[in-house]
């Protein structure tokens, strides 16, 4: 059971939109239709932003949005804000008994 | 409102057992579907699952880590217990427990988590 891979970074502009990337296998992201995404800001406790690869918890705003080709899904954040600017990870279920697998986060820089 | 709070000692010596508590309010682990699940994170570095138990007192753990993990829970105190045993300094971490519902298959919401250290 590896971690899923994410780049360790990426960066924008406010109002610019960024997608992160979150690569899996075919025992986990290209198996089930149910990858999450959580942001994390310092100090604080992750907060799921994206389920079930595009649904978004009530309370998370519309600019974030999640898909997923074969064994890659994605976060893109549109209209960056610089509240934004957190940890992100991504985690898929990967079966009955490994249940979940968590990526290696992405650092989201507002410049 | 569904809120979560770990809690533990913060140092343990290298060869001991950690056990930690999730003290959780807002559902019942008698609800069918629900679960507590165990995720930890050492500094500077990812997430990573530790294991989950399910209202029908199903057990879950992380391949890697489940000889050394057994979680368990009382319902009657809205508590989940896990215990890690022969503590190294790797395992240094800030762990936290969250709410799971079978089918929905994601964290939400999670504890503030609360940091482990392990050191003689």
């Known amino acids: 059971q590896s971690a899923l891979t994410q780049p360790a970074s990426v960066s924008g502009s406010p109002g610019q939109s960024i997608t992160i990337s979150c690569t899996g296998t075919?025992?986990?992201?290209?198996?089930?239709?149910?990858v999450s995404w959580y942001q994390q800001h310092p100090g604080k406790a992750p907060k799921l932003m994206i389920y079930?690869?595009?649904k978004r918890p009530s309370g998370v705003s519309n600019r974030f949005s999640g898909s997923k080709s074969g064994n890659t899904a994605s976060l893109t954040i549109s209209g960056l804000q610089a509240e934004d600017e957190a940890d992100y990870y991504c985690?898929?279920?990967?079966?009955?008994?490994?249940?979940?697998?968590f990526g290696g986060g992405t650092k989201l820089t507002v410049l | 409102q569904i809120t979560l709070k770990e809690s533990g000692p913060t140092l343990v010596k290298p060869t001991q057992t950690l056990t930690l508590t999730c003290t959780f309010s807002?559902?019942?682990?008698?609800?069918?579907?629900?679960?507590v699940g165990w995720i930890r994170q050492p500094p500077g570095k990812a997430l990573e699952w530790l294991a989950l138990?399910?209202?029908?007192?199903?057990?879950r753990y992380s391949p890697s880590l489940k000889s050394r993990l057994t979680i368990t829970k009382d319902t009657s105190k809205n508590q989940v217990v896990l215990t890690m045993t022969n503590m190294d300094p790797v395992d240094t971490a800030t762990y936290y427990c969250?709410?799971?519902?079978?089918?929905?298959?994601?964290?939400?919401?999670w504890g503030q988590g609360t940091l482990v250290t392990v050191s003689s």
């Open positions: 079930e690869v595009s």
């Open positions: 969250a709410h799971w519902v079978l089918g929905a298959t994601n964290f939400d919401p």
């Open positions: 807002g559902f019942s682990l008698t609800t069918s579907a629900v679960g």
């Open positions: 138990i399910y209202w029908d007192d199903d057990k």
């Open positions: 985690c898929s279920y990967a079966g009955i008994s490994a249940l979940v697998v």
């Open positions: 075919s025992s986990d992201v290209g198996s089930y239709n149910l």
